[in-house]
């Protein structure tokens, strides 16, 4: 299934890039910015699952921006779809085949730091999943990873500290937190956003850390951007929409969009 994936895209691109990068809401309109492209529609690659998201436009865009060969995922799977989480995190595999070696992943989330406001972007240094099923559940694959794997620097230090500078000088903010990941589709209540702060959550989402916990079961270099579109369930009285998030997400595209072309060109360097 995979190689039936894998040669089908070789046939469709000549020169394969080394990174990828996951487009999640509010960062969809960095696909406009990509030069030279090959779009690929996920309806027509063999065994890849299809967006159902508003927002998520469904396409594997190969190119460069700003000289930086990249692969873009615009629009992801997310297990409230209805998808096996091997289904959600079936691309990852496949960039692993294709030679992929830096993964940069993006979404929007809410705020769950007092600190932090609608708009802010947040640097992940670490997440929490375990309310979730592992993605990593079944017979192990061999072939990318060992059965038992240590998860101590999902989120490479050595990228967090390229990103800092980038993010203040962007942003005049540097926020940095762990994300915490719930499975969806609703938002979380305000006794669940009470709970994630005391285990020491700065941000919660619907996406994202299966995706990074199946690159480090394959070796890929994992780095993580969301923007806080809104503030979590109980800490304002505001009644949470997804059309809301995805204006905010718009509102935050330019410093977002500057942000992952300025981490392109000094992890390419």
């Not at 990509?34 to 159902?52: A, C």
């Not at 508003?54 to 615009?74: Q, S």
């Not at 990873?145 to 962007?170: A, H, Q, T």
């Not at 969009?257 to 392109?264: A, D, H, R």
Request: net charge negative; glycine share 8%.
């Amino acid at each position: 299934m995979f190689l039936e994936t894998v040669n089908f895209i070789k046939e469709k691109v000549n020169n394969m890039p080394k990174i990828a990068v996951i487009l999640g809401s509010g960062l969809g309109s960095l696909a406009d910015d990509i030069e030279n492209k090959t779009v690929i529609s996920y309806k027509d690659i063999p065994n890849f699952p299809i967006s159902t998201v508003p927002g998520h436009k469904g396409e594997l865009i190969f190119g460069n921006v700003n000289g930086v060969e990249i692969v873009a995922m615009n629009g992801r799977f997310h297990y409230y779809e209805g998808y096996d989480l091997k289904d959600v995190t079936y691309p990852i595999r496949i960039f692993k085949l294709l030679g992929i070696e830096t993964l940069i992943l993006t979404n929007a989330a809410g705020g769950i730091n007092l600190n932090f406001e609608k708009g802010d972007l947040m640097i992940i240094e670490d997440q929490l999943s375990f309310f979730a099923e592992s993605v990593l559940r079944g017979p192990n694959l061999d072939e990318f990873g060992d059965r038992f794997i240590d998860m101590s620097n999902v989120y490479d230090k050595d990228y967090i500290k390229i990103l800092k500078p980038i993010m203040k000088k962007i942003t005049g903010k540097c926020n940095t937190g762990v994300y915490a990941y719930m499975k969806g589709p609703t938002y979380e209540t305000p006794a669940e956003i009470r709970a994630l702060r005391t285990l020491g959550a700065d941000a919660v989402g619907m996406s994202m850390v299966p995706e990074a916990v199946v690159a480090r079961h394959c070796g890929i270099k994992c780095i993580g951007i969301t923007c806080i579109t809104n503030m979590a369930a109980g800490i304002k009285n505001e009644v949470l929409s997804h059309e809301d998030v995805k204006e905010t997400a718009v509102k935050a595209e330019s410093n977002f969009k500057q942000v992952v072309k300025e981490l392109l060109e000094k992890i390419n360097n």
